[in-house]
Every structure is written in C-alpha cells, then in structure tokens.
T-cell receptor, first 110, second 113 residues
Framework: TQLLEQSPQFLSIQEGENLTVYCNSSSVFSSLQWYRQEPGEGPVLLVTVVTGGEVKKLKRLTFQFGDARKDSSLHITAAQPGDTGLYLCAGLSYGQNFVFGPGTRLSVLP | DTGVSQDPRHKITKRGQNVTFRCDPISEHNRLYWYRQTLGQGPEFLTY????????KSRLLSDRFSAERPKGSFSTLEIQRTEQGDSAMYLC???????????FGQGTRLTVV
C-alpha cells in the first residue's frame, strides 16, 4: 500500500511569516500534485511536479519534487490570511491512481 | 467547459435508505475517479474508470457501494442501505489517461441520520 505522509498536520502562524510543508513517501511516484482545499469544497489544484529535483514557483509559493520522486515540499513566503486552508499532496502511482496525504491544515492569522 | 460537476452538493438521508450521486467530468477526460473524505482527513480512493471500464476498486468499496460509467461520460455512485459511517464528502475527479493532473468537483456532502 502506498502511503503519503504530511507534516506538520496543523500550523498556525502570523501574517507575514514563512512556512514549509512536507510530503513524504517510501514509494516512487510518476508525478506529484499539490492541492488546497477550503471547508465544504473540493480540492483545487495548485501545481504538478513531474521531474525529480524540479522546482516550481507560483507567486509566493515554491514547490520542490525530491530527486528520487518520493517526497516534495511546499514553501510559502510572507503568508497571508488568504493562504488559510487544507494543503494536500497527491502522488500519481504507476498504477495510475492518485494517492493522497492526510493534509496540512494552515491557519494564517492577521 | 466549466470543470467537473457533482450533483447534489448536499444530501441528508435516513439510515437504511439508498442514495445516488452523479459526476460529470471535464468533457475530454477519459479517466474518472471517486474518493471519500471524512472530516480532518485526506481523500481516500474508492474507484476509477477509464472510459466505461472500471479499472480499480478499493477495499473501502463494500458490497453496498456501486459505481457506473455506462457511456464513458458521466458516472454515478450508489450507496445502498446507508449507515451513519457513510457520512462523508464524496469527491469526483477526472483526468486524461496517462496525464498527471486530476481536477476535482466540489463534492457531495452526505449526512446519514
């Protein structure tokens, strides 16, 4: 069974602070996605990373895929209250099924 | 195309009743996935289709659950004899076969009372 772990599970920070969220697995994935989910809504795609070592930037968000394609990180610079939400990582297995981590719940206080 | 659409958004049902949810994927996407998400957890895989073929089913999908995608377009998920433990958000996603990106609908929140 492929498992994705995320850390931390909960994070509460002040506006303007930086943070990093981690997604780890013992399995290799062909690609990895990051989503943000708000209460009562479906996950919204933020980014897909495909190549080992790949780094993608989306405004204040920086995503990195590990060299071995088993782990990833999401770094947010100067967090804002609008960044509040549940951050989910999902790995696409070679069996073509998306496996999700449990999520990191981020709260950014004004 | 407005993305993945799910109906209804909310469903409250009494224990023992049957419920059916519908998912309309992005039109050119041939893969369709169903997930279940309980409060405070990440989505758990239930099943997925490529066109009309159901290619994988999770052990979470008990005999009371059935999913169909008869013409390779929309899909339905039926839960028979609902139990309180079935209360959750049911999420549908679609993607292109071989593609690495899944797009989700807004989900159907089921409450079994």
């Amino acid at each position: 069974t492929q498992l994705l772990e995320q850390s931390p599970q909960f994070l509460s920070i002040q506006e303007g602070e930086n943070l990093t969220v981690y997604c780890n697995s013992s399995s290799v994935f062909s690609s990895l996605q990051w989503y943000r989910q708000e209460p009562g809504e479906g996950p919204v795609l933020l980014v897909t990373v495909v190549t080992g070592g790949e780094v993608k930037k989306l405004k204040r968000l920086t995503f990195q895929f590990g060299d071995a394609r088993k782990d990833s990180s999401l770094h947010i610079t100067a967090a804002q209250p609008g960044d509040t939400g549940l951050y989910l990582c999902a790995g696409l297995s070679y069996g073509q099924n998306f496996v999700f981590g449990p999520g990191t719940r981020l709260s950014v206080l004004p | 195309d407005t993305g993945v659409s799910q109906d209804p958004r909310h469903k409250i049902t009494k224990r023992g009743q049957n419920v059916t949810f519908r998912c309309d994927p992005i039109s050119e996407h041939n893969r369709l996935y169903w997930y279940r998400q309980t409060l405070g957890q990440g989505p758990e895989f239930l099943t997925y289709f490529q066109n009309e073929a159901q290619l994988e089913k999770s052990r979470l999908l008990s005999d009371r659950f059935s999913a169909e995608r008869p013409k390779g377009s929309f899909s339905t998920l039926e839960i028979q004899r609902t139990e309180q433990g079935d209360s959750a958000m049911y999420l549908c996603a679609s993607s292109l076969a071989g593609g690495g990106v899944a797009f989700f609908g807004q989900g159907t929140r089921l409450t079994v009372v």
